[in-house]
């Protein structure tokens, strides 16, 4: 199959992990024997510049606003550069598009109307952009939502809590639950540290409160003993009226090896601590994929469909405002237990990109083989 894989959003450069996420997919893609090509729409960059690191092997086209221009300039030139994307995927001639989840466009249309587009859900939209979105544009998304939804042919949700909402279920699409994957043979597995204080890390990026980066303070003030990392923030980032302890380190942004090198000197790794923030109990973040990939033990705060709670490298502590505190004891009996311990590559051998993207393959033929037949997917 050919396969375009439409990305609309944010700078792809600041967000490394979904950028890591996309470039895995499509080597997979490629590898069993399909023919990808990306067409992102990535907000400021010069025309026609590739992003950095990680997309050196494969077809990328580059649709993006003029860099430093007026607010209301920067948008009235994305719609323009959607459409010059939708004009080039239509000139290509996939098979089907593969279609990260976003706000709507009107050139969008197109693309729905003569090909078939499978959607990607990661989240959900109408909590997450109401914190993310200003009001107006907030509104312009509750308004044309459905003019996406409805004219999709299948969707990818990453669990089954999104797969469940009424506001996709309502629309009756062909749908998978495939939680999110990492290529393990892109880390190295690191050995476990040798003695010496507990060393956490989180890794995260500013402005998203549901990562609960505030908790991961108020954590390290109550645990002296133990040393920290944030990676992907700066210090500056975080509420000034957080008093910031001594033994919590910010790294900013990382490269792929100084990331990887950050990781291995840690004994557990932090995922998401306050998803209740935008109103949801399950995710599959990619930066816990990652860490067990290295071989940390895990701390969570929300049901993952891929981990076992009950394994012994994964903390489960519940979803509320107060985890951190009520649960102190269970992160210190946890830190105690797993420190000096690496989790085994077999242990999370189900998580592999090429495991996953398998599955979504599979359903991306079906939905593409079912609209060419012209038959509607069940």
């Known amino acids: 199959m050919r396969i375009a894989y439409v990305y609309l959003g944010a ?10 996420k996309l470039v895995d997919q499509a080597v997979a893609w490629r590898r069993e024997g399909h023919e990808p090509q990306f067409f992102l729409q990535v907000g400021d960059r010069k025309a026609g510049d590739v992003p950095a690191v990680g997309w050196e092997d494969l077809r990328v086209q580059i649709f993006s606003a003029t860099p430093g221009a007026p607010r209301w300039m920067r948008a009235l030139t994305r719609m323009q550069q959607v459409r010059r994307l939708v004009e ?23 693309l729905l109307r003569n090909l078939p587009v499978v ?13 993310q979105l200003d009001p107006i544009r907030f509104l312009y998304h509750r308004l044309t939502r459905g003019l996406l939804l409805k004219s999709v042919r299948g969707i990818v949700f990453v669990t089954g809590e999104l797969q469940r909402l009424p506001a996709f279920d309502r629309w009756g699409k062909a749908s998978i639950v495939i939680g999110n994957g ?40 109550r645990e002296p003993a133990w040393d920290f990392d944030i990676v992907g923030l700066q210090r500056g980032a975080v509420d000034h009226d957080l008093r910031i302890a001594p033994n919590l380190s910010f790294h900013g942004y990382l490269t792929g090896e100084e990331y990887q090198a950050v990781m291995g000197r840690a004994d557990v790794g932090i995922g998401t601590l306050a998803l209740h923030r935008k109103g ?17 033990p895990v701390i969570i705060a929300h049901e993952d ?8 490298f994964v903390l489960r502590l519940s979803n509320t405002p107060d985890n951190v505190v009520t649960e102190a004891h269970r992160i210190r009996e946890f830190v105690d237990r797993v ?21 979504r393959l599979e359903f991306i033929a079906r939905i593409a083989g079912d609209r060419m037949a012209g038959r509607r997917p069940r």
């Open 88 to 110: 080039a995927v239509q000139q290509w001639g996939p098979n089907v598009v593969y279609l990260r989840y976003s706000v709507h466009y009107p050139a969008l249309s197109g």
């Open 182 to 221: 990492v290529a393990l043979g892109r880390f190295a597995r690191a050995p476990a540290p040798a003695g010496g204080r507990p060393r956490l890390v989180f890794v995260g990026e500013p402005g998203l409160p549901w990562h609960g980066v505030d908790k991961i303070v108020d954590l390290a003030r």
């Open 305 to 312: 469909p891929d981990l076992d709670p009950d394994s012994w």
């Open 339 to 359: 420190k000096g311990r690496r989790v085994g590559r077999e242990e999370v051998a189900h998580l592999d990109t090429t495991v996953k993207e398998r599955r």
């Open 119 to 131: 959607l990607e859900v990661n989240t959900n939209d109408l909590d997450e952009y109401a914190l």
């Open 11 to 20: 700078s792809i450069d600041r967000l490394a992990g979904v950028r890591k």
């Open 280 to 296: 949801m109990s399950e995710a599959c973040p990619l930066k816990v994929r990652d860490y067990l990939a290295i071989g940390l």
